[in-house]
Each structure stands twice: as C-alpha cells, then as structure tokens.
C-alpha cells in the first residue's frame, strides 16, 4: 500500500517536472495518457510507462523549409557594435578611382616664320590621323587651343595642324613610345594692321568703318575674299602674299594695295577724303528739334533726276560722305524743304533745316455725343490760295479715326467723311508754324437700313435695285445690295426698289444720331 502511494506520487511530480519543461522548450504541456503515459504535443507514448518521448514532425512535400537566419557577424576588433557591417551607420565601401592620365608626350607651338618666336596667343589645334585629303573626311584624334599644347598620343604618325587668325599650316609628327615629342608649326603667314584717314596726316577714323581684305590674281587685279572687319583698326592674320584692301568710311570709299611678309607686320593707311554732316530740322527757326522727320541725300544733278544716296529717321541724323557738293531735304508729313551743301575733307558740316510747319491734330464725333467716332471716316486736305481758294486735288488723305497732320504753314480746307456717301463735314483753318491745332468735326447723321419685304421679316427673294435720293431729287446712291445699309446726313429721302417690273417708293426722314429701318412690301 505505501509502495503504490510512493510510485503514484513520484507520477504526478515527474508529471509536473516535465510540464515546465514543455513551456520552457515552447512545446505543447505534456498530458496524462489514458495508460497512465505521458505525451508531449503529439508524441507516441514511449516504451517507458512515465515518459514519453517526442518524435520529430516529418516535413510537408511541396514546401520549402524556411533557411535559417544567417549568423550575425561579431564586431572586428577595436570596432564598435554601430560600426558593424550591415549595421546603420556603416561607411559606403571606397569606390575604385580610374587610373590617373598618362603623362603629356606631345608638346606644339607655332611661329609665324621660320626662326620666328612662337605665337603667344590665338592659335587653334587640330591633330589628324593623316593629312588632310581632297574627297577624303578628317579624322581628327585631338583638338584644342592653346599657344603651347600638350597632351597624350598614342605611339603613331600624325599630321598637327594650326590656325591662326586666316593663316592655317601643319606637318607630320611622330610619336615615339618613350620621351616627349616637341614640333613647331611655321604658318609662314604675317600680320596687316589697317585704319582710315579723312585726309592724309590726318587722325585714324574711329566710327563707321568696314574693311574687306582679298588676294590679288596673276595680273593683281582684286580675287577670293580672305576677310573683314567692322572695328575701327582691323587686324588680320593672313598667309603671306599680295593682297586688295578695301576701306570704307559711311558712302567714303578707297582701295591700297597691301604686301605681307612672313613673321612681319604691315601696316595700311588708306586716305578716304571724307567728311562729316550732320543735320537736325525744326519747324521754326528757334524751335526744338522735330521728330518723325526722314532725312534724304542725295547726289548733286543739275538734270532733275538727283539719285538718292542715303536716309536717316534719326532725330539727329549723321552721315559720313566723300568730299563734294550734295542735295539735302527733310520731310515732315506734307512739309518739306531742301537746299545743297558742300563737304569737306576733315571737317563736319552742321545744317538746320527748317520746316516752317504746324500739327493739325484731327477727330470725329456725333452731334452731342462726346465719344469719338472710330470707324468709316475719310478724311481729306486742300491747299488753299488767295486767288483761287481751294483746290480740286486734295494733297492728303487719311482713313485713320483720328490722325495727326504735319502741314507746311498756309490756309487748308479739310473735310471730315463719315461712312461712304454723304455725310461730310469741313473746315477751313490757317496752320501755324510750330503750333498745334486740334479740330473735331461734329456730324449729324443717321444709320439706315433698306429692306424689301413680303411680308413681315420675310425679304423678297431675287435682286432688288435701290435708287436713293434727296427730297429734292439729287441722286444719292444706286445700289443692287438686296438690303443696304447706310450712314446718311440728316435730311429728307425719297428710296426707290424696282423688283422685277414693279417699282416700290418710300419717303422718308433721317433724323441725326438714330438708327431707321426702311421697310417696302411689295403687292
């Protein structure tokens, strides 16, 4: 009886040993079995009555078993857990520098001449697998600017070539595979320096100068352009040989011949015998200088027929000519005026030209209404004399809703025509020189519109013919539009529509500043 109360209670304490043992592992608690056994999760009961063993759980076909997680890396020594590989806080991996340049083998410079110094400045460079071919492409290994250039080959033949303003020459190199290569370029070329005069002696012209440089041809007559320049001193590197140098100064012309010799400077001087004018125009003597004024030039010809050399809208307008005498005019709207000058060489020459004109300043309105009128408005000017007042040819005319007028000083008649029959309006003023006059015609007038109808709304089919007229029987308007509309002075009409074989008459009154709708049905 002890003996089974011994072994009962050793049960329940191997029991409860292996329970905790279960939890610690994270297996499931082990249980009592119907045999008095024990089983931990789904372990078959052993061989031994008390204890039971737990079987490993074969895996499922179909499913990879899960890897496990790598080993974490211990620290090397004398290194922090943050400085860890793959840990936060982990420097990038030093990346892989290229390989440093190979050292310069080549080094070229370029003189103008043999025996001559190198260039220091303005030489570009161009290094050729061969040398340059008609037909065949550049194939070009290297290229710069500089007037020592160094750099890199390949061990090789090559074909170094420099350009230096318009001179370009070039020789073949070799390329050894140890030690630097040093090669100078002679571009047997010279240098022309060349300026204006005004007369001989005189100072270099520094404004409106123009050089054309070309080669001469076996008979040294001017050939192929090499160059030009718009500076006041021109400067031009160019092959040795003979050569046209072509100089102008504003409508001043010469031509020099010019020699260059290799490694050597050659400085032109060319005479243009030239001179200044410089013009201004005002509309009285002590007036202001105008605006909007076109300056003209013109050759000095005694035939009526002086060829216009040059123009100028500037206010104050300059113009470089060659010595001699000219034709100058100023034109300011209808004001004009003209005299001859004389140039001199060297020397500038100041003419005021007054105009003797006024500004007639024009625009249209309705009778009391204070908004201009911007649209179908004519506007005509007549020169007026003493004797036989206004003339039968306007001397201008303007469609512009309010233009303004330079006039020469005198009496005009100026009429105002507002739409296109006969609402006008005129006025006759004296123009001032120098002064501004502003007129506004007033018109009284009425829009109108002609329909023939059948109906109410409903136009007549076909072609209509409209004969407008006063009341007392002047002729205003013949038309054929199937329904004209019209701007009309104010007065009495009387409008006529033939329609086919019958004639259909209306009177009627054009009061000013109203729109009327003439309506004629036909029977």
Known sequence: MLLMDAMRTAHYLVLILLTLCGYCLGAAPAKATPFGGLSLGRAAPSASPFIAVAKKKPARKGRARRKPAPAQQAPAAGQSDAQAPGQPGTPPPPTRQPPPPPPPNVKLQAALAAGAAPLAEGIGWRVLEEKP???????????????????????????????????????????????MIESTVVL???????????????????????YVLRRTDEAGAPAAEVGRSSLPEAVFHVPAGVYRLAMQ????????????????????????NSGKLRLTATATESGPPLDDVVFFVHAADNSGQARELARSELRHAEFDLPAGKYKISALYGLARVEREVTIKAGAVADEKLVLDAGV???????????????????????????????????????????????????????ESQYGWHNARQTRELDVGAGQTTD??????????????VIGPGTPAPGRVKWTLKYANGGTVLISQDDAPSLILQAGSYQVVAQYGTKTYSRAFEANPNEVHTIELVVE
């Open 360 to 414: 007639v300043r024009l625009s249209s309105k309705l009778t009391g209404s204070d908004a201009p009128l911007d649209k179908q408005l004519i506007y005509k000017v007549y020169a007026m004399t003493p004797d036989q007042g206004a003339s039968s040819q306007s001397i201008a005319t303007s469609a512009k809703p309010a233009p303004t007028m330079f006039l020469p000083a005198g009496k005009y008649r100026i």
């Open 188 to 210: 047997n070329a010279g240098t022309v320096t060349a300026h204006g005069v005004a007369t001989p002696g005189g100072p270099p012209l520094t404004d409106d100068m123009f």
């Open 439 to 452: 007129i506004v015609f007033e018109h009284k007038a009425s829009e109108v519109k002609l329909k023939l």
């Open 133 to 179: 071919a008609p037909g065949k492409p550049d194939k070009v290994v290297w290229s710069g600017g500089a007037s020592e250039a160094t750099f890199h080959l390949k061990p090789g033949r090559y074909y170094a070539e420099a350009a230096f303003g318009f001179a370009r020459n070039g020789q073949e190199i070799e390329v050894g595979q140890e030690g």
């Open 249 to 272: 100064h504003g409508l001043a012309k010469t031509e020099i011949p010019v020699v260059v010799a290799a490694g050597q400077q050659a400085t032109a001087e060319g005479v243009l």
